[in-house]
């Protein structure tokens, strides 16, 4: 078996707030193996950013892991000195966020944006960099680079932008992307064209990818394999076509019946009952969906049952679908 | 099926560049030459009708004039050009800024994209809901309270919520007060600009579900606007396709997503990501759309992107003609 690009074992993170404790990640596992995409997939709330930030170290002030390893070929990122840290951002992982323009420096013309990493990351002289930027620009399918390269954030459209973003995080080759909710607000047509350069690049260089976003078609769509999170904790883990078919946690069965993709009319359509869990409660269940749950039954009041290593289907429940 | 709302060669242009704003026209007026300024072509000569009851979609991708369409015809914006008809009456010829104080006003209600952002942040939602109703309907006291109570039970928000401010309200329930908003006046049609993209699935789908009750029970026709295919295939009767401020094909919405007849639709349909894929290759757009300012008026505004562009679509515009009973395309080769 292979070492897998990145596992994350056992992560829990929690933010200190004015009103308490949010243990907004609890004991979350997964790994990617090289050149394949997983999706982590959940509602507003449910941590996969969270997971995201925390792997890149770029979490905010108040939030700190408690527990768990990420591994990064032989590197634990949680443990990393920022040295280190600023070495492997952007040359072995890089991310995409979920609004171009905001991310973007908006006084900084885009190829300079591009040199920059590059002079930083990607083993090129001052000189070359302008030069590599606009190819890069070209790869990113950009027309008329050399003209684009000049041109600042505000002057491109959403899907441009998103490319020049793409761009950056792909200059320095890296080993793993994540990319959080990269076509969020973005047009149908420019998210399939936005994904399918992705996925291409993601090919070409033989990088593995993690693909943040709320829409489960779209996530079934690119992804071979499918984390589902719930309130902080990932309640199934499976390959992607395993997982629609056959579904075994009750709340990953209620999210494929609550897309509007795989109903015939309204009315079958099924909205999930309930809602999050407040993740600043002390006696939070150890199922954090057993509250919502329409199969609870008595031991679900134990400690989750563990994972099973290695096992390709995980999921995260004392009385899961058959 | 009556027509509710009937619009007509309607045109909305803005002015652009230098030159368009209050001293380039200051400048303009004095040096008394009445110099051509580059417009954009936001909405350019649309026609359609909403029947009385109906739900129609309108989707195109963001920069179209989806937008604009929907200020124009909601009165607030006015019209470079076109007829827009409320039943009998003629609202193009009422400024915008009278339409405000006009009793039609409250006939035509719209719904924001996001209620958080939408509503006043130092508004309860008691006071969200009651503003309508005291400008439009000049409601007070225990008839404007009981209103307001009636129009939050109708979108099944729980009384106690009413005290409480956006913020301290979940997005569902913001987007109740939204829609509470605008139904408290009874009107006929009810605009929806995209009111469940910022709500997850679970969330989605009770609100797509109040939102046909609604109807059903207060008798009101919808233009729902979205870019979200999937919901709009669920709600919508009949749907409209915009392309760079023209409608380029409409029809019943399951048959249009079906069967696209446009190129554009086509591709629009094929990039709605399914839940089971079937993994065969599908139809991408390239390049970016054709400019919106002064676009020549002999050429298709799909040309360029197009899959089948030919000779024929940079030589004459494809109007939009009727193809069987209810579908009509604008395109040379549908």
């Known amino acids: 078996m292979t070492v897998p690009a990145l596992a994350v074992e056992n992560l829990s993170v929690e933010f200190r707030t004015r009103s308490g404790i949010v243990r907004a990640l609890e004991n979350v596992s997964f790994a990617v193996d090289k050149g394949e995409t997983v999706a982590l997939v959940g509602e507003s709330g449910s941590g996969k950013s969270v997971t995201a930030y925390a792997v890149m170290g770029i979490l905010d002030a108040a939030g700190r892991v408690t527990a768990g390893r990420a591994m990064l070929g032989g590197l634990d990122l949680l443990a990393a000195t920022p040295q280190q840290l600023a070495d492997v951002r952007g040359r072995e992982i890089s991310m995409i966020f979920q609004n171009p323009r905001t991310a973007l420096n908006p006084i900084r013309a885009v190829g300079r944006q591009i040199a920059d990493v590059l002079i930083r990351h990607g083993n090129v002289t001052r000189a070359e960099a302008p030069a590599r930027a606009v190819d890069l620009l070209r790869t990113v399918g950009i027309t008329d680079p050399a003209r684009r390269a000049k041109a600042y954030p505000f002057e491109m459209s959403g899907g441009m932008c998103q490319r020049v973003m793409i761009a950056i995080a792909l200059a320095a080759r890296p080993s793993l992307l994540i990319a959080d909710e990269p076509t969020t607000g973005l047009d149908v047509t420019t998210q399939a064209v936005i994904m399918d350069l992705i996925n291409e690049l993601a090919a070409e260089i033989g990088m593995a990818t993690i693909f943040i976003t709320h829409d489960l078609a779209l996530a079934g769509q690119r992804a071979r394999r499918i984390v589902v999170m719930h309130a902080g904790h990932v309640v199934e883990n499976a390959p992607t076509r395993e997982l629609f078919r056959h579904p075994r946690h009750p709340y990953t069965a209620e999210l494929i019946a609550a897309t509007p993709d795989s109903a015939a009319s309204l009315d079958d359509l099924a909205s999930i009952p309930g809602t999050l869990p407040d993740l600043r409660r002390t006696d939070l269940p150890p199922c954090r969906y057993s509250e919502r749950c329409p199969r609870k039954i008595a031991t679900c009041d134990q400690p989750l049952p563990a994972a099973a290593l290695g096992s390709p289907h995980v999921v995260a429940c004392w009385n899961p679908l058959t | ?334």
């Open chain 2, 1 to 334: 099926m009556t027509a509710l709302l009937d619009i007509a060669e309607l045109t909305k242009r803005f002015p652009v560049g230098k030159a368009a704003g209050p001293l380039g026209r200051l400048r303009l007026r004095r040096a008394g030459t009445p110099e051509h300024l580059p417009h954009v072509y936001a909405v350019d000569d649309v026609s359609f009708a909403i029947g009385k009851g109906e739900t129609v979609g309108l989707v195109g991708e963001s920069g179209c004039g989806k937008s604009t369409l929907v200020r124009v015809l909601t009165r607030l914006l006015d019209p470079t050009s076109g007829i827009i008809r409320l039943g009998p009456r003629e609202l193009s010829l009422t400024e915008a800024r009278r339409f405000a104080h006009d009793p039609d006003r409250a006939r035509i209600q719209m719904v924001f994209q996001d209620a958080g952002d939408s509503i006043n942040p130092r508004f309860t939602a008691f006071d969200a809901i009651a503003d309508p109703l005291r400008q439009l309907k000049r409601l007070g006291g225990k008839a404007l309270a009981a209103k307001v109570e009636w129009a939050a039970e109708q979108c099944g928000l729980p009384l106690p919520l009413l005290t409480r401010y956006p913020h301290q309200l979940s997005g569902g329930q913001r987007a109740r007060v939204g829609i509470a908003r605008a139904v408290g006046v009874e009107p006929d049609l009810l605009v929806l600009d995209e009111p469940t993209a910022a709500l997850d699935v679970s969330v989605q789908v009770v609100i797509l579900q109040l939102l046909r009750r609604l109807k059903a029970e207060l008798g009101m026709s919808y233009l729902f606007v979205s870019h979200d295919l999937s919901v709009v295939r669920l709600l919508c009767d009949r749907v409209l396709v915009m392309y760079l401020g023209r409608i380029v094909e409409s029809g019943p919405a399951r048959a249009v997503f079906d069967s696209p007849l446009h190129p554009y639709t086509q591709a629009l349909v094929a990039a709605v990501p399914r839940l089971e894929d079937d993994g065969r290759a599908r139809l991408r757009l390239t390049g970016e759309p054709r400019s919106p300012i002064d676009p020549d008026p002999n050429v298709c505004r799909f040309y360029g992107r197009c899959p089948r562009g030919a000779d024929a679509c940079k030589a004459s515009m494809p109007v939009l003609r009727k193809l069987g009973a209810e579908r009509e395309v604008a395109c040379h080769f549908a």
